[in-house]
C-alpha cells in the first residue's frame, strides 16, 4: 500500500530526513510500518523570516495496510492506468516546423511509435547556434534565423530552462522522464518551482536530438520554411530554403508547426494562405533588475545567502481593477543575467536567463502588463505590429541592438537617470525616460504595480533596481485556430502546436502540447 502524505514542514536548518521521519510517525504511521518513501514535492514557505520552513509532500509505501482515515492530510497513491497506444499509419510523411519544445516532443512520441519524422529548424543545432549568440552578443552583429529566439532548443534554451506550469496532464511525467534521461537532475521531479538552467539544458537538448534520431527521425539546421502548397484545402507541399540557400520542395502528408513566438514571417506566410488566425492577449514592459542579495534579504531576511536556500525567487501581481487589467513579474531569473533577445534587423528587446547554480551576482524578472487582443487595432497582427514597432523604436533610440535603462525610482518619478547602473546585461545601452517609450497605459500600470509591491518591500523599488527595456517577446500575440484534433479548422494536414501557435507558454506547456497532438491525431489506441 501507498499513501501520500502532505503539507509536512521542516525548518530548514534541520536535519531533514531525521525530521521527515518524526513528522510521518506522527501522521499516523507507525514507525514499524514505514517500508520506504520519497519525496514527490518540495517548496519553501518563507512568510515568516525567522521561522523559514521546507514543505514536503512524501509518498510512503507501507509494509502493511492501514486506516486512511487514522492518517493526517493523507491520501491513497491509485495506479496510472497505461494506455497501448500504436501509429496509425507509420508511412505517413510528416514535417516537423522547428525544433523547439513542442517539435522535439512531437518528434519524440513519433519516433517512439515507429514514425519517421523530419524535423527543421531555420537556427542552428546547439553547438554552432551558441558561438553565434556569443559573437552576437560582442559584435552586434544579428543573424536573424540562429539567435536567443531560433535554433536548436528553442527561445527556453537561453532562459533558464524553468519547468514549473500550471497545466495539469498525464504528460508532465512523460517530460521530467525524458529530461532526466537527457542528463537532468532527477530532482527536478519533486522540486516546486524546478529548473535546469541554460548551461545544463544545452546538453540536455543534443541528447534529446540523438535519442529521436536514434529511433528514425532526421534533423536539417539552418532550413527554413519559406512557403506552403495547398490544394483542394490540404497542405502538400512544403518550400524550404536549405542550409546552402536553395530552394527545395518537399511533398508532405502533414505539417506540424512548432514555430515558436517570434516567427512573425511565418505568420504572415500562412495568412496569405488564408489559414485562419486570430490576436490574442499578450504582455509587454521591462525587465527589472537587483543585486542578488537585496532579493535574497528580501525574501530571506536574515538568512539570506545560506546555500541550503539557494537563490531567493518571487512571483508579484497586481489587478488594476478599474481596467481589468493584470500587471505581474515573469520568467524570474534568480542569480541571472539580462540578454538581447532580438531576431528582426532593426529591432531589439530583452529578455533573461539563468544558469544551473544560479549563482549570479543579479537577479533579474519581466516586469510586465497584459495587452488585450484588440488593444491597438483589430485587424489581424496589430499586436503584432506594434510589438515590432516598439522594438525598432528602441532600436534607432540605441543606435543599434542594445537596451534602454532607467533606474526605478527615476522611472516613478519621471526623470533621466544620469548615472551608470551596475547590470549584467553586456551590450549597448542607453539612459532613457521609458515613460516616453511605451504607451501611457502601460507605464501608469507598471506605476502602480510598483508602488503597490514597494509596500511590500521597500528593497524592491529602491535605488539599487533598475529597469532594462523593452521585453516585448512574453508570449505569442497571434493563435492559429485549431480544432479538438489539433489540425487547423481550414486547412488539412496542418498541425500548430506549442507557443507559437498560441497553446503554451513555457517549456513544460509546449512539450507537453506537442505530445498531446501526436497521441489525438497519429497515434490509436488498442
Request: a positive charge; charged letters at 30%.
Amino acid at each position: 500500500m501507498k499513501v501520500n502524505i502532505n503539507n509536512i514542514t521542516v525548518f530548514f536548518e534541520k536535519d531533514q530526513e531525521e525530521e521527515i521521519k518524526k513528522e510521518l510517525i506522527k501522521s499516523g504511521i507507525g514507525k514499524n510500518n514505514i517500508k520506504s518513501y520519497k519525496i514527490i514535492k518540495k517548496s519553501i514557505d518563507a512568510r515568516k523570516k525567522s521561522n523559514i520552513k521546507f514543505v514536503y509532500n512524501i509518498q510512503v509505501e507501507l509494509i502493511n495496510e492501514i486506516d486512511l482515515k487514522k492518517l493526517k492530510n493523507a491520501s491513497i497513491v491509485k495506479d496510472k492506468k497505461i494506455e497501448r497506444k500504436v501509429a496509425i499509419n507509420k508511412d505517413t510523411k510528416i514535417l516537423i516546423i522547428g525544433a523547439g519544445p513542442s517539435g522535439l516532443f512531437a518528434a519524440l512520441r513519433l519516433a517512439e511509435h515507429g514514425y519517421k519524422p523530419i524535423i527543421i529548424d531555420r537556427g542552428e543545432d546547439i553547438d554552432n547556434r551558441d558561438k553565434t549568440i556569443n559573437k552576437f552578443i560582442s559584435e552586434g552583429k544579428l543573424d536573424k534565423n540562429s539567435n536567443i529566439q531560433f535554433g536548436e532548443g528553442g527561445a527556453g534554451t537561453y532562459s533558464d530552462g524553468k519547468l514549473n506550469t500550471r497545466i495539469k496532464s498525464p504528460y508532465i511525467d512523460k517530460v521530467f522522464l525524458e529530461f532526466i534521461e537527457c542528463g537532468a537532475d532527477s530532482k527536478i521531479f519533486w522540486e516546486n518551482k524546478p529548473h535546469i538552467g541554460t548551461d545544463r539544458l544545452k546538453v540536455i537538448i543534443k541528447n534529446l536530438r540523438e535519442k529521436i534520431i536514434s529511433l528514425g527521425g532526421v534533423f536539417y539546421f539552418r532550413n527554413e520554411l519559406t512557403d506552403i502548397v495547398i490544394t483542394d484545402g490540404k497542405v502538400r507541399k512544403a518550400i524550404i530554403k536549405n542550409d546552402k540557400n536553395e530552394i527545395e520542395t518537399l511533398e508532405i502528408d502533414s505539417i506540424i508547426l512548432g514555430i515558436g513566438h517570434s516567427s512573425r514571417d511565418t505568420y504572415r506566410m500562412l495568412n496569405k494562405h488564408k489559414v485562419a488566425m486570430e490576436n490574442k492577449a499578450f504582455a509587454i514592459g521591462a525587465r527589472i533588475e537587483h543585486l542578488r542579495k537585496d532579493i535574497d534579504k528580501m525574501q530571506f531576511g536574515k538568512f539570506a545567502g545560506d546555500q541550503r536556500l539557494g537563490a531567493a525567487t518571487y512571483n508579484f501581481t497586481y489587478n488594476n481593477k478599474e481596467e481589468n487589467r493584470g500587471t505581474f513579474s515573469f520568467c524570474m531569473c534568480p542569480g541571472g543575467v539580462i540578454v538581447n533577445a532580438a531576431s528582426n534587423p532593426n529591432g531589439t528587446l530583452v529578455n533573461g536567463m539563468s544558469y544551473s547554480q544560479r549563482d549570479g551576482k543579479f537577479s533579474n524578472s519581466a516586469l510586465v502588463v497584459g495587452i488585450k487582443e484588440d488593444e491597438f487595432g483589430t485587424e489581424l497582427f496589430s499586436g503584432m505590429k506594434f510589438q515590432e514597432e516598439l522594438e525598432e523604436k528602441t532600436y534607432k533610440l540605441v543606435e543599434n541592438y542594445g537596451a534602454l535603462y532607467q533606474s526605478v525610482p527615476d522611472f516613478l518619478e519621471g526623470k533621466i537617470t544620469k548615472s551608470q547602473i551596475e547590470t549584467s546585461y553586456k551590450m549597448k545601452k542607453v539612459s532613457y525616460d521609458l515613460n516616453k517609450l511605451f504607451p501611457e497605459v502601460i507605464t501608469r500600470n507598471m506605476k502602480k504595480a510598483l508602488l503597490h509591491w514597494g509596500k511590500q518591500s521597500k528593497i524592491f523599488i529602491s535605488k539599487g533596481a533598475n529597469l532594462i527595456a523593452p521585453e516585448t517577446r512574453t508570449s505569442s500575440p497571434v493563435r492559429i485556430l485549431r480544432n479538438e484534433k489539433g489540425e487547423s479548422i481550414n486547412i488539412k494536414g496542418l498541425y500548430p502546436i506549442g507557443e507559437g501557435a498560441g497553446y503554451a507558454g513555457g517549456i513544460m506547456s509546449a512539450a507537453v502540447d506537442g505530445i498531446r497532438i501526436v497521441e489525438l491525431s497519429f497515434l490509436k489506441e488498442v
